[in-house]
């Protein structure tokens, strides 16, 4: 199985700031033939369902706003938030979609300092 | 308006069998593959199972292979799973999910809780 790994487990953040949050895959998650990368990240905030907010690493789904960032390629992965606002406190998960049994990472805490 | 909503959790004893259901609307159910994801208490999320579109491929996690099977209705626009040999590890909220693409979830239902224990 694919180990997608988070770091770090938790982060505090005051509004306006940059933030960034790390995700490795145990192989990689680059399929050659089309040169996509098989990562997504979602948002989950507390008491609510997981939101969908980027998929093949770096497109960003529509209505997210522009401040989310995914970047990276092979095993290892980033999510940035360019400027932090209140709304964005959630945990944050990666998943790989490149092979069954498809694989989430643990998660990222973002907590108000 | 996509709308995925579960049903069919509750309390249930170790060794015991239930039936999900998710309904869903919005969309052309018949063209979408289907998933369930689960999260335990206070834990991650967790890829239980996917089904495709037509309902002819399936696809599970190790901890529920041979023990859950997933199944759709096309005409009822309705996704199931069936848990049988609950375990206490089943414990979790359990979400009904329409797949973008293979296994990226884009739209998730509010969840359903199931309890396993004596």
């Known amino acids: 199985d694919i180990v997608m790994t988070q770091t770090p487990s938790s982060q505090a953040v005051s509004a306006g700031e940059k933030v960034t949050m790390s995700c490795k895959s145990s192989?990689?998650?680059?399929?050659?033939?089309?040169?996509?990368?098989?990562l997504a990240w979602y948002q989950q905030k507390p008491g609510q369902s997981p939101k969908l907010l980027i998929s093949?690493?770096?497109t960003r789904e529509s209505g997210v706003p522009d401040r989310f960032i995914g970047s990276g390629s092979g095993t290892d992965f980033t999510l940035t938030i360019s400027s932090v606002q209140a709304e964005d406190l959630a945990v944050y998960y990666c998943?790989?979609?490149?092979?069954?049994?498809?694989?989430f990472g643990a998660g990222t805490k973002l907590e108000l300092k | 308006e996509v709308q995925l909503v579960e049903s069919g959790g509750g309390l249930v004893q170790p060794g015991r069998s239930l039936k999900l259901s998710c309904a869903a609307s919005?969309?052309?159910?018949?063209?979408?593959?289907m998933a369930w994801v689960r999260q335990a208490p206070t834990k991650g999320l967790e890829w239980v199972a996917s089904?495709?579109?037509?309902?002819?491929?399936?696809h599970y996690g190790d901890s529920v292979k041979g023990r859950f099977t997933i199944s759709r209705d096309n005409a009822k626009s309705t996704l199931y799973l069936q848990m049988d040999s609950l375990r206490s590890e089943d414990t979790a909220t359990y979400y009904c999910?329409?797949?973008?693409?293979?296994?990226?979830?884009?739209?998730w239902g509010q969840g359903v809780m199931v309890t396993v224990s004596s």
């Open positions: 192989q990689s998650l680059l399929y050659s033939e089309n040169k996509k990368n098989y």
């Open positions: 998943e790989q979609y490149y092979d069954t049994p498809y694989t």
């Open positions: 999910a329409r797949e973008a693409t293979v296994a990226v979830f884009d739209y």
């Open positions: 093949w690493a770096s």
């Open positions: 919005g969309f052309t159910f018949s063209d979408y593959n």
């Open positions: 089904i495709s579109y037509g309902g002819s491929n399936t």
